[in-house]
């Protein structure tokens, strides 16, 4: 199946700095991706929408100061998590879908990232 | 608003047992239902999807049923395997937009040999 890889998988931070995860189509191309978040023994909140070429859309709660989202090519979806804080520990994960295909089809994720924030 | 509801509960059944898990919604009918496994510290990986009209659908040891009219979807593994424990999560299009995805927040299963 189609992959999509996610790095770093871990990273540990200092309170105050900026943290940039990215997450890669490999073996297809993706115009558009998304971000969620999932807290222990919680499920994946939608963070955003990453569109190719253009503005992110964020959901509702999401400050989109803080997590910053940049899709500049097919293949290609940065989030960076500006001025961290502890509270924004947590499991960070994207997904896209084939753009060739119909779009009810499987999403494909990438493996997360675990941030921690000190 | 739309929601999704799981059993929160953790499912422990005996390995060759067959698994159901369950996923219920509220407030809008969705055009296709999927599930998803996650492992601990991984992202999910796609298992099945069900379309409105298809009522069930099967993939080697798994079943997936969609009733539209009770707004439920089963999922059932049969044969249990102890490399089957997992969290089992279902996912919905908001309102059908196109891509996005909300997700339940997920049955554990363990399975005992």
């Known amino acids: 199946g189609a992959v999509v890889s996610q790095h770093p998988s871990r990273v540990i931070c200092k309170s105050g700095t900026s943290v940039k995860i990215e997450c890669r189509s490999l073996?297809?191309?993706?115009?558009?991706m998304f971000w969620y978040r999932q807290f222990p023994k919680q499920s994946l909140m939608l963070m955003a929408t990453?569109?190719?070429?253009?503005?992110?859309?964020?959901e509702q709660g999401v400050e989109k100061d803080k997590f910053l989202i940049n899709h500049a090519s097919l293949t290609l979806s940065t989030l960076t998590v500006t001025s961290a804080h502890p509270e924004d520990s947590s499991f960070y994960i994207c997904?896209?879908?084939?753009?060739?295909?119909?779009?009810?089809?499987?999403?494909?994720f990438g493996q997360g990232t675990r941030l921690t924030v000190v | 608003s739309q929601k999704i509801e799981q059993n929160s509960e953790a499912l422990n059944i005996q390995e060759g047992k067959t698994a159901t898990l369950t996923c219920n919604y509220t407030?809008?009918?969705?055009?296709?239902l999927q599930w998803y496994r996650q492992d601990p510290g991984r992202g999910p990986v796609f298992l099945l999807l069900?379309?409105?009209?298809?009522k069930e659908k099967r993939k080697e040891r798994l079943k997936v049923t969609f009733d539209t009219t009770l707004k439920q979807s089963l999922f059932h593994i049969t044969a249990s395997q102890p490399a089957d424990s997992a969290t089992y999560l279902c996912?919905?299009?908001?309102?059908?937009?196109?891509?996005?995805?909300?997700f339940g927040q997920g049955t554990e299963l363990s399975v005992k040999p």
């Open positions: 997904s896209a879908r084939d753009t060739g295909e119909q779009i009810h089809t499987e999403a494909f």
């Open positions: 073996d297809f191309q993706a115009t558009t």
């Open positions: 990453s569109n190719e070429g253009s503005k992110a859309t964020y």
């Open positions: 407030n809008y009918s969705p055009a296709y």
């Open positions: 069900i379309r409105e009209n298809e």
């Open positions: 996912a919905l299009p908001p309102y059908n937009q196109g891509g996005k995805l909300i």
